[in-house]
């Protein structure tokens, strides 16, 4: 079974950290750019930071110098260090692949973050 799951989230006050991590199954890992997505309530999923196999990485304009993705390709992890957390942060977070044309991972439960000011 392909899949992912994602941990590591939780409430926080602002200014916070927190360090979410993404297990995933399957040979797709290895071979795609892999990301962390949220999504807050009444808005739309959105990709917050990628990372290529190679370990480049990319990030939203409201999340760079606060978030640090990074990948493991032998465990299959992918992981998401959040500091600096805002209220505007508060959403669930899911990991996937990315790409306009690349197969996706079933969307797995995801992990909230809840941050308070």
């Known amino acids: 079974q392909v899949q992912v799951v994602e941990s590591g989230g939780g409430s926080v006050q602002a200014g916070g950290s927190l360090r979410l991590s993404c297990a995933a199954s399957?040979?797709?890992?290895?071979?795609?750019?892999m990301g962390w997505y949220r999504q807050a309530p009444g808005k739309q999923r959105e990709l917050v930071a990628s990372v290529t196999t190679g370990g480049s990485t990319n990030y939203a304009d409201s999340v760079k110098g606060r978030f640090s993705i990074s990948r493991d390709n032998a465990k299959n992890t992918v992981n998401l260090q959040m500091n600096s957390l805002k209220p505007e942060d508060t959403a669930v977070y899911y990991c996937?692949?990315?790409?306009?044309?690349?197969?996706?991972?079933?969307w797995g439960q995801g992990t909230q973050v809840i941050v308070s000011s």
């Open positions: 996937n692949t990315v790409g306009r044309f690349v197969k996706r991972y079933d």
């Open positions: 399957g040979g797709m890992f290895g071979l795609n750019v």
